[in-house]
């Protein structure tokens, strides 16, 4: 699933996978969600996709989309953000029966987590720094996320990637340089795979990480990628990364090979694809 920029618009598309060997696209479908649309995350059953979408006020919801095959029904909404106190609101990492994400508080002007189980969201951290991009571990364990805290709930410059013990609600570091690390999403083997950007030139330069063990911070840059690059999407089979892409003016998303890193556009190019996620 991805999200493609139709001049001021953003529209979610379904593009199902041709066969078993290698990487064969279907001709893509358009999804019913209603007005612009942000970040889309699966379940990991594959049965349900998430989305924060406009509603028909204007205002963003958080709405599900359930799947069977690759057939799917209508939209239900979740969480309406004008009953919340959030004004804007971005990844969402879908777990059995909840949902963990990342949202906005005008009264505060802090990025903060949350979990929607039930219906009822509740925050997860209470503090002075920002907490974005939730990622949610194979197991459910941890939930990996990008914060400019440091280390005891202040804010800092930099961001740097932590965890959240789900039993305990532990926050422990992960991986914490000098450059901003962000964007996290796991593999299904429990990879953590993350954006980092420099700013030693001026301008920023993303590459893309992968950490193979939450305990031990010794990550592995994928050399040979260029752009700014953003949100790793590794494949159920882990064989595959979707990347989105950013080189002025204009955005886009690749297909990469984990093994020998050869990537292609996902669409066509001079298409605008601002955010993509496997099933």
């Not at 987590?113 to 907490?131: N, Q």
């Not at 571990?137 to 202040?154: K, L, Q, W």
């Not at 080189?247 to 955010?275: K, M, Q």
Request: net charge negative.
């Amino acid at each position: 699933a991805y999200v493609l920029r139709e001049g001021e618009e953003s529209r979610a598309y379904y593009m199902p996978i041709l066969g078993d060997e290698g990487i064969r696209l279907a001709q893509p479908v358009k999804l019913p969600f209603t007005g612009p649309v942000d970040q889309l995350a699966f379940t990991p059953a594959g049965d349900e996709l998430w989305a924060w979408a406009g509603a028909e006020t204007g205002e963003p919801a958080l709405w599900s989309l359930a799947f069977s095959g690759d057939r799917f029904g209508e939209p239900a909404r979740r969480l309406d953000l004008q009953d919340f106190p959030a004004g804007l609101a971005s990844a969402t990492a879908p777990a059995a029966g909840s949902i963990i994400f990342d949202a906005l508080e005008p009264e505060t002007g802090r990025w903060q987590l949350f979990r929607l189980e039930g219906g009822v969201p509740a925050r997860l951290l209470a503090e002075e720094a920002d907490s974005q991009s939730p990622a949610l571990s194979p197991d459910g364990s941890v939930i990996v996320f990008s914060s400019n805290r440091d280390g005891a709930g202040g804010a800092k410059q930099d961001w740097g990637l932590w965890g959240y013990a789900v039993s305990t609600g532990r926050v422990f570091p992960v991986y914490d340089t000098a450059a901003d690390e962000g964007s996290p999403w796991f593999a299904p083997d429990g990879a953590l795979f993350f954006s980092s950007f420099d700013y030693a030139g001026g301008e920023p330069v993303g590459s893309i990480w992968r950490l193979g063990d939450l305990a031990k911070p010794r990550a592995e840059r994928l050399a040979g990628l260029e752009g700014l690059l953003l949100f790793p999407r590794p494949s159920p089979d882990g064989e595959w990364l979707l990347l989105t892409v950013y080189a002025e003016p204009h955005w886009t998303s690749r297909l990469v090979n984990l093994e020998t890193l050869d990537s292609r556009p996902l669409t066509a190019e001079g298409v605008e694809v601002t955010f993509a996620c496997w099933r």
